[in-house]
């Protein structure tokens, strides 16, 4: 879905034919094609947020859209012809699933925005009365802070928020602003919507866990050897269930992914499973830093900062942070005193890295934290990050 401008712009009709007036205020415009089931059941065609600046294709069906769909109809409890908003970008398949299917299953109004604006946002689903919508943390406390008024979206029942780390502190300022309840969830493309909490929840399980699994989907933590880790411990996620994508899309076909041979997905996070059956996202295996709701790949950072000449040793880490998620922060070893955040900017710019993978902070250390191996220890570089960047914001 584009606006007029872009639809001329791209010549679509040149290709397929003027565009027909369906519903109100939309057109469609295609080509009928007979051709083989190469999607092997797929209907969309959604992007991953992407890990190393590179999105992948991933292949949903209908009956996966419709489980995720009527599932989280379901939980969090809306009606038939309740309006939904549509505020995550168009090109993922969650946000197709969630923005687009389940509103039609809905029969209701879809609200969109021609580009992402918190205040303008508010004000649309405010003036159209909105029962739910579903964004990534950092949209939806951009809104909190933009809202005009406290209780904007009384006419709520619920916001749904997954994608990123969240911070329950900032969740619960952001949902009293706004006057709904945001649920923590945890999904992803391949697999859409593993779990949520519920409006009745109270806060500490709503914002505090990422939830429950959705009837018929099977979460698991298991050890490096595949088996599952006891309850309350940290263990590699693995999940099965009927929104389980058909593929990725790869040279014009869905190419299966690679399952257990009970046929979980590993998710690539880390995850913790508490008594009550509620989950919690530890962070991921890889080294990500998970920045607005968009992945960033460590390692091309690190690798960027290191063609520094004076770059000796390079460390980067995420740091918390209560819009973002989580900030960019780089330890550096090197014999310069006086080289830091302004010139590796430079040098990033230089080097061509999106402005949006540059860290914000950058901290001069001795030496990098190591294991008793001798490799280096993130966790333990992290921890040290968090420490250097508080001693540096000014107190009260």
């Known amino acids: 879905m584009v606006s007029p401008e872009t639809f001329e712009g791209w010549e679509i009709g040149a290709r397929f034919g003027a565009p027909t007036a369906v519903l109100d205020g939309w057109c469609a415009t295609g080509a009928r094609r007979e051709h083989a089931d190469?999607?092997?059941?797929?209907?969309?065609?959604?992007l991953t947020s992407g890990s190393t600046g590179r999105a992948k294709g991933v292949?949903?069906?209908?009956?996966?859209?419709?489980?995720?769909?009527?599932?989280?109809?379901?939980?969090?409890?809306?009606?038939?012809?309740?309006?939904?908003?549509?505020?995550?970008?168009?090109?993922?398949?969650?946000?197709?699933?969630?923005?687009?299917?389940?509103?039609?299953?809905?029969?209701?109004?879809?609200?969109?925005?021609?580009?992402?604006?918190?205040?303008?946002?508010?004000r649309l689903m405010a003036e159209h009365r909105a029962r739910w919508t579903m964004c990534v943390p950092t949209m939806a406390l951009q809104m909190g802070a933009a809202a005009d008024r406290d209780g904007a979206l009384t006419?709520?029942?619920?916001?749904?928020?997954?994608?990123?780390?969240?911070?329950?502190?900032?969740?619960?300022?952001?949902?009293?602003?706004l006057g709904t309840r945001i649920l923590r969830v945890f999904g992803m493309s391949e697999c859409l919507g593993h779990t949520t909490s519920l409006p009745s929840d109270d806060e500490g399980r709503r914002l505090g866990t990422d939830?429950?699994?959705?009837?018929?989907?099977?979460?698991?933590?298991?050890?490096?050897?595949?088996e599952p880790v006891p309850g309350g411990e940290i263990g590699r996620a693995q999940v099965r269930g009927p929104s389980l994508f058909t593929g990725y899309a790869q040279?014009?076909?869905?190419?299966?992914p690679d399952l257990t041979e009970d046929g979980f997905l590993p998710t690539g996070d880390l995850m913790e499973i508490h008594a009550d059956g509620t989950v919690s996202v530890k962070g991921r295996e890889k080294d990500i830093i998970i920045r607005g709701g968009r992945n960033v790949d460590?390692?091309?950072?690190?690798?960027?900062i290191a063609r520094h000449p004076e770059a000796q040793?390079?460390?980067?880490?995420?740091?918390?942070?209560?819009?973002l998620g989580e900030r960019i922060a780089a330890l550096l070893v090197t014999e310069r005193r006086n080289l830091g955040l302004e010139e590796i900017q430079r040098h990033l710019a230089g080097e061509g890295l999106a402005k949006g993978?540059?860290?914000?902070?950058?901290?001069?250390?001795?030496?990098?934290?190591?294991?008793?191996?001798?490799?280096?220890?993130?966790?333990?570089?992290?921890?040290?990050?968090?420490?250097?960047?508080?001693?540096?914001?000014?107190?009260?």
């Open 38 to 46: 190469r999607w092997a059941g797929g209907v969309v065609i959604g």
């Open 59 to 122: 292949v949903q069906s209908e009956a996966s859209l419709r489980y995720a769909g009527r599932s989280t109809i379901d939980a969090v409890g809306l009606r038939p012809g309740d309006p939904v908003a549509a505020l995550v970008p168009l090109s993922s398949a969650a946000a197709v699933c969630f923005g687009l299917y389940l509103p039609l299953l809905l029969g209701g109004p879809i609200l969109l925005l021609e580009r992402w604006d918190p205040a303008a946002a508010v």
């Open 155 to 177: 006419a709520m029942t619920a916001m749904t928020v997954g994608g990123g780390p969240m911070d329950a502190g900032a969740l619960g300022r952001a949902e009293r602003r």
């Open 211 to 226: 939830g429950i699994p959705f009837p018929g989907t099977v979460l698991r933590a298991v050890d490096e050897a595949g």
């Open 251 to 256: 040279a014009g076909r869905a190419v299966p």
């Open 298 to 304: 460590v390692t091309e950072i690190e690798s960027a």
């Open 313 to 323: 040793q390079v460390c980067v880490v995420p740091v918390p942070d209560e819009v």
């Open 357 to 396: 993978k540059w860290p914000e902070y950058v901290f001069r250390v001795d030496a990098l934290p190591q294991n008793q191996v001798g490799k280096l220890a993130r966790r333990e570089a992290a921890e040290l990050a968090e420490e250097l960047r508080k001693a540096c914001v000014p107190s009260g």
